[in-house]
C-alpha cells in the first residue's frame, strides 16, 4: 500500500497489479483514518484486525485520547480540569449535549436526574431472587437488563424524546441499583433515595445510611466520589462501550444495550480490573515479595499480569490514574487513614517503571491501579469496585449509544472473518464413521 497523496492510499494486488484507490478521512485532531468502506466490494477481500488494534469502528464527537502523550478530552475539556473543577452531572451534561451547561440548563438536569432515581417498587422483588452471596455486578446485569420490562414508554429507539427520557432513567437509577445490590448482600435493608442531596451525597447515603441513626454526609467523601465518577465517565471506544454499541446497532432497547456493556465492563482485563488490583496487593502482600510478582507477570508461561498496569491507548501514563493516585493521598490523609497498600502500590509501581519489560512496552498505571485504594478508603468492599465503574460509565455508554442512532452513516455492526475451518464435505452416516 502505497501514500498517494493526503486524501488517499493505494493498495496495490501483488499479483495482477490492480490498483485501488482507498481514501483517507481526517478528523479534527489525531490520527485519519484509511477507509476501507469499499474494500470487499472492490477486491473480494477483507482486512484482518482481532482485537481492533488499527480499527476505527465510528465517528464520535464525545471523548478523544491521545494516547502517546498521556491526554483525554471530553468535548475538548481535559480529564484533569475537569475533575479538578466539575460536578459529575455537569459531564454528563457535557457527554450528552456537547458544551458545559449554563447554570440554568444545569439547575434543569440536575433536576430531571434527581426525579428519575426512584425505582418501580416491583423491582425490589428481583433483588430477593439472588443468593445473599451474589456478585453484586451479576445483580447489576440482571436488574438493568430487566428495566425494559418496566420502561415500555422509553424503548423506541427512533424517538428522540423516548432516547432522552432513558438516558435519564439510567443515569439516575444507576447509582439506586448499586447501592440496592450492596445493602441486599449485607442483609440490611435498602435505602430510598433523597431529593435534597447531590448525586454523588445521595449515593453514598444509599450505601452507606441505616434506619437506625442519621447518617451525615462527609464532604470529603463526596468531593472523592464525584471525582471518581468524572474519571469513569467515559473513555472512547473500550471494549464495554463498543459492546453497547454494537449492541444497539441492531436496535435493541437502551436498558438491555447498557446490560451488555455491564456484562463487557466486568471482565478483569477492563473494569474488572480494579477489584483485580486489589486483590494482586493483597496477595503481595510485602514490598519484599514485589520481585516476585514482577517476575512472574513478565514470564510468558505464568498467565500472570500486573492488573491496573497497561493499556491499549495508553503508551504513557493514563491520566486518571495520576489524579486517582494525588486523591490517595488527599482522601487518605483526610480521612487519617493510613494504608499500607497505598505504599505497596506506589513501590510496586516504582519498580515496574524501572523494569526494561514495562519500559520497552510502554506500560504504565491505568485507571484501576489506584481507584481501588481510595474505593476501600471510603468504606466500599472490593465486590462493588467495578459496580461503581459501571455506575460512572453508564453515562459515558448512554451518550455514545445516542450518538450511534444518530448517527446517519451508522448500521448494524457486523464484523467478517478469515475462516480457516474444513471446506465443504460430503455428510457420513453413523454407520460409516471410523
Ligand atoms: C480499563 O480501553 C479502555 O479505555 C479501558 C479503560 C476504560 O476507561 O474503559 O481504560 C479501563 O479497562 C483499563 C485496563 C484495565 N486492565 C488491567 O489493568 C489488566 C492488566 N492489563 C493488561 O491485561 C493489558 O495491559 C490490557 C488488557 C489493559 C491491554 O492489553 P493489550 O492492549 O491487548 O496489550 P497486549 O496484551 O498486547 O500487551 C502488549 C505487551 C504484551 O507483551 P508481548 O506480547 O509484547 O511480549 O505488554 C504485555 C503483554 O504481555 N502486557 C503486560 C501487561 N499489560 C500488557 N505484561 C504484564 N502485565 C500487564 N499488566
Not at 178 to 204: C, D, H, R, V
Not at 305 to 334: I, T, W
Request: aromatic share 12%; hydrophobic share 40%.
Amino acid at each position: 500500500m502505497s501514500k498517494s497523496n493526503a486524501g488517499s492510499y493505494t493498495l496495490t494486488d501483488n499479483q495482477t497489479g490492480q490498483n485501488f484507490e482507498l481514501p483517507v478521512l481526517h478528523g479534527s485532531i489525531g490520527p485519519s483514518v484509511i477507509d476501507v468502506r469499499r474494500l470487499y466490494a472492490e477486491t473480494d477481500h477483507f482486512t484482518y484486525d482481532p482485537g481492533y488494534t488499527s480499527t476505527g469502528s465510528c465517528e464520535s464527537k464525545l471523548t478523544y485520547i491521545d494516547g502517546d502523550e498521556g491526554i483525554l478530552l471530553h468535548r475538548g475539556y481535559r480529564i484533569e480540569d475537569l475533575a479538578e473543577n466539575s460536578d459529575f452531572l455537569e459531564v454528563a451534561y457535557l457527554l450528552l449535549y456537547g458544551e458545559l451547561p449554563t447554570e440554568a440548563e444545569q439547575t434543569k438536569f440536575d433536576s430531571d436526574i434527581t426525579y428519575h432515581t426512584m425505582l418501580h417498587e416491583q423491582l425490589i422483588n428481583f433483588y430477593r431472587g439472588f443468593r445473599r452471596d451474589a456478585h453484586p455486578m451479576a445483580i447489576m446485569c440482571g436488574v438493568v437488563g430487566a428495566l425494559s420490562s418496566f420502561y415500555h414508554d422509553s424503548t423506541d429507539i427512533t424517538d428522540p424524546h423516548a432516547r432522552m427520557v432513558a438516558m435519564y432513567r439510567m443515569i439516575a437509577k444507576m447509582p439506586t441499583i448499586a447501592a440496592m445490590a450492596y445493602k441486599y448482600s449485607i442483609g440490611q435493608p435498602f435505602n430510598y433515595p433523597q431529593n435534597n442531596l447531590s448525586y454523588a451525597e445521595n449515593f453514598l447515603y444509599m450505601m452507606f445510611a441505616v434506619p437506625a441513626e442519621d447518617y451525615e454526609i462527609n464532604p470529603v467523601l463526596a468531593k472523592a466520589m464525584n471525582r471518581i465518577f468524572i474519571l469513569h465517565a467515559d473513555h472512547e471506544q473500550n471494549a464495554s462501550t463498543s459492546t453497547v454499541r454494537l449492541a444497539g446497532s441492531s436496535g435493541a432497547n437502551p436498558f438491555a444495550c447498557i446490560a451488555a456493556g455491564i456484562a463487557s465492563l466486568w471482565g478483569p482485563a477492563h473494569g474488572g480490573a480494579n477489584e483485580a488490583v486489589l486483590q494482586m496487593l493483597n496477595e503481595i502482600g510485602h514490598k519484599d515479595n514485589i520481585p516476585e510478582f514482577v517476575k512472574k507477570a513478565k514470564d510468558k508461561d505464568d498467565p500472570f499480569r500486573l492488573m491496573g498496569f497497561g493499556h491499549r491507548v495508553y503508551k504513557n501514563y493514563d491520566p486518571r490514574a495520576k489524579v486517582l493516585q494525588a486523591s490517595c493521598e488527599e482522601v487518605l490523609g483526610d480521612l487519617g487513614i493510613n494504608d499500607p497498600l497505598l505504599e505497596l502500590a506506589v513501590d510496586l509501581e516504582k519498580l515496574a517503571r524501572e523494569d526494561e519489560y514495562f519500559v520497552e512496552r510502554n506500560l504504565y498505571p491505568n485507571v484501576d491501579f489506584y481507584s481501588g485504594i481510595i474505593l476501600k478508603a471510603m468504606g466500599f468492599p472490593t465486590s462493588m469496585f467495578t459496580v461503581l465503574f459501571a455506575l460512572a460509565r453508564t453515562v459515558g455508554w448512554v451518550a455514545q449509544w445516542n450518538e450511534m442512532i444518530e448517527d446517519p452513516s451508522q448500521k448494524i455492526g457486523r464484523p467478517r472473518q478469515l475462516y480457516t475451518g474444513p471446506a465443504e464435505r460430503p455428510y457420513v452416516g453413523l454407520n460409516k464413521r471410523g
